[in-house]
């Protein structure tokens, strides 16, 4: 009877033995197999942070195509995660007193998972940070852009915080230089409380491409040095110089002055990051007078020995007073632009009538030259439409007609490459395969007269210029302030070519406001001319460029 009544209690106990497995059995189930993703979901929320990571921008190269104008270095910078805060107290009296803009962010949303405290941290902020023992502040490397040559900064311009280009060529090509972000998984060590980039790439980005430009690294380093000297010797505000190749358009320098450091993270004068030579339109004065010359020769109105009546210092054309710089009688025509006599090029001028405006655009002015570079500007040429009875005198010695250095500079290579049309070209890859010497604009007989005439004018400034054909033009103009001609202020330029046998360059050379007084471009510019052009010289003597 005792046996037949321990039966049910057996099999009662071996049931509950038997449910509890069960029961436990299931409870695994769900928790690994059926409810994994919820569990898996919970765990990357407290050990995975996903991100997009900018690819390694690519580099900016001088025309070597080896010489970077621009480094990408790894910084660290500061985060933190607000959704996975250790020490939640601690960190947000921290942020609380030093960092308020964060702090109220994490406050009014309670779903923000990630926010930045610093970028790019000095060694001194990040040894700021882990003196401070916080566990939520995180660090991370970022790219970051460093500029080797700031003789170049106006050119190659420079990046924000993001790496996203904000000037120069930095911001004209940034989709090719920035590529696409790659997306990947910031994943915490339990046991260290650090993060680090998880080998799992969720999303693959592109590689930034390089940018090779024209120009020559060495050149624009000993260019920026004369241009510096010149400035300091007549207390100017600012100037600038551009070499071009007259025969392929490559820009081999192109320098302003005052400049900027790229790699400060705040730039005292934005002014100075202009590159001034391509965003700037000026009035250049008597360096115009060449292509009233050119134009004048072109359309056969005049030939370079015809004489022409320049009637002393002052003379009336079409009840309009012009005074010569000095005076000067009856006088070839290539004296009237060696001499630079404002009353014999007007008298031409008047013979070419409206031809003048469609010569000056035919070279290139009131036009954008299409260069690879952000913020050109137009330039403008007063069209026949608009001319007061003074407009083609004026016009004829470089009033009434805004250029830029860059147009000057694409006008005076037309000339040095023997009448073809021409663009300036800033960057050799990626190209525009542009083929030159397509279309010739100006008879060679016309070219050659001119070059002549400039030679007899810049032969004066050859020295240690020996067994080269050196031509130019001076120009000196009244600068524009509050909407009038200054009498105090000018603007004095020098246009030139320098030629040996195939070897051809062009050399822009401008400065603007010098304080000293009663100067010319001859005192000024054009001895800045003929010491860039000997430091061009040797150099290119040395690398085999001149043979």
Partial sequence: MLKNDYKPRILIVFFVFVIFYL???????????????????????????ELKINPDRGKIYDRTGVNPLT??????????????FQEKEVILNFL?????????????NDKLKFAWLERQLTEERINYFKSKNLKDVLFMP?????????????????????????????????KYLQGTPTTVELKKDARSDSFYFDKRIIEEGVKGQKVVLTIDSKLQFLVEQELEKTLNEFNAAEGSVLVINPDNGEILSMVNLPSFDPNQKSIENLEYTKNKIITENYELGSVMKTFAALAALQEGVVTPDEMIDCEGKVAFIDNFRVENWKSVDVISFSDVIKYSSNVGVAKIAQRLGPKLYTHLKRLGFGEKTGIEFPGERTGFVNPPSNWSRSSLIVMSFGYEIMATLLQLGKAFSIIANGGYDIDP??????????????????????????????????????????????????????????????????????????????????????????KSVGLWASQICAPLFNRVAEKMIIQDLTSGEIS
């Fill in 23 to 49: 029961i436990i059995v299931l409870r695994l189930y769900i928790l690994q197999i059926h409810d994994n993703n919820f569990f898996e979901n919970l765990a990357n929320q407290q050990y995975l942070v």
């Fill in 71 to 84: 480094i990408n270095v790894l910084v660290n910078s500061a985060f933190v995660l607000p959704r996975q």
């Fill in 96 to 108: 609380e007193k030093n960092y308020n803009d964060v702090y109220k962010k994490i406050k009014s």
């Fill in 142 to 174: 970022e790219q970051s852009r460093f500029y080797p040559y700031n003789s170049a900064a106006q050119i190659v311009g420079f990046t924000d915080i993001d790496n996203i280009g904000l000037a120069g060529i930095e911001l004209y090509f940034n």
């Fill in 425 to 514: 070209v800033l960057v050799k890859f990626p190209s525009r395969n542009k083929n030159y010497f397509e279309k010739k604009i100006y008879k060679t007989e016309a070219i050659e007269q001119l070059k002549v005439i400039l030679e007899s004018i810049g032969s004066v400034y050859s020295k240690n210029l020996e067994g080269f054909r050196v031509m130019g033009k001076t120009g000196t103009a009244r600068a524009i302030e509050d909407g009038r001609y200054s009498d105090k202020k000018h603007n004095y330029s020098f246009a030139g070519i320098i030629e040996k046998d195939k070897y051809k360059r062009v050399i822009i050379t401008f400065v603007k406001d010098p």
